[in-house]
């Protein structure tokens, strides 16, 4: 596992993701034991989702957090067991995981007040609750998403369930329909050029051109490029510089559906590092399009690190 700021070769970038399969998998059943508990008290009646697909038309995406009560008992439990899962499987300093453990376990920090502040998209409070508990801001970050995605992942599904009638592709945004957030890789099918968006906030996916930029919907190709490791097509780095916004792409025949995102999300770090190193940018992984109620989330953006990269 590299921390190289260099950039690698396709080869070892490959190898890279092969190295996070195993925290994709754990992550994975991770989410499944969640998926068969009651994780919300209340969810949003019915009707909420009136006139949904008109909404969406209208480029308003499907989750309103404040619907929600959150479960306390799933809550404690998310956070120690995802605690336990990245100090088992990925490369973060262990003091850091450690400092996030004490606040839960003394009491300092409440399990469900964490998960609300973020599955309600509360920059402001959560920048406060990294500095007032001394967190180490990026690991921070990233177990914050990991957490929230499980309660995210359990809302969308069933939000998305309920629009069946409505085609994707009528969407045409960058941001996520079901929770707002931007993607943080695309895939391409080589078969038939498809690019379809991945959320690493709920994990929906969606499709979406497969040459404008996410961001700023700049279709003009001679302000765009495709950057990456010399001689290897895939993955990539789609870079605007319109907006100077960047985002991964990974080549696969596996479909969207089933592709493996978070392994190779992680292991195509190198490649972030590589676009920043260029001077673009990507939000941070807590970034969504806020609508009026969430503008403090614009101090989360472009702050795409993982906890690692130091
Ligand atoms: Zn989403
Ligand atoms: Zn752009």
Request: with cysteine; charged share 30%.
């Amino acid at each position: 596992m590299t921390r190289s700021r260099k950039a690698l070769s396709g080869r070892e970038i490959e190898a890279e993701i092969r190295h996070f399969a195993a925290f994709g998998d754990a992550y994975r059943d991770f989410l499944a034991r969640f998926d068969k508990e009651r994780i919300f008290i209340e969810e949003p009646p019915e009707d909420s989702c009136g006139s949904v697909a008109a909404h969406l038309l209208e480029g308003r995406y499907l989750l309103h957090a404040f619907y929600y009560q959150l479960e306390i008992k799933a809550c404690e439990k998310a956070v120690f067991e995802l605690l336990e899962l990245l100090g088992r499987r990925l490369p973060v300093r262990k003091e850091n995981l450690g400092r996030i453990q004490s606040v839960f376990s003394s009491g300092k920090l409440d399990p469900r007040e964490f998960v609300v502040t973020v599955f309600r998209n509360r920059g402001d409070r959560f920048l406060n609750v990294v500095r007032e508990q001394g967190l180490e801001e990026d690991l921070a970050t990233f177990f914050a998403v990991y957490l929230t995605r499980l309660f995210r992942v359990k809302a969308c599904r069933h939000l998305c369930e309920d629009i069946g009638y409505f085609d994707f592709e009528d969407w045409r945004k960058g941001y996520c329909p079901a929770c707002g957030h931007w993607p943080a890789l695309a895939h391409v099918d080589p078969g038939n050029e498809k690019r379809t968006l991945w959320c690493l906030n709920c994990g929906t996916v969606w499709p979406f051109g497969r040459l404008g930029c996410v961001y700023c919907l700049n279709q003009e190709q001679g302000r765009m490029d495709l950057i990456g490791p010399p001689g290897a097509s895939s993955p990539r780095i789609q870079v605007c510089h319109d907006c100077r916004e960047y985002l991964k792409e990974v080549h696969s025949p596996i479909p969207a559906e089933r592709f493996p995102f978070d392994a190779c999300f992680l292991g195509t770090h190198p490649l972030d590092l590589f676009a920043r190193g260029q001077g673009f940018v990507h939000e941070s992984l807590l970034a969504f399009e806020a609508d009026d109620t969430s503008r403090e989330a614009q101090l989360l953006s472009h702050r795409m690190r993982l906890p690692w990269d130091h």
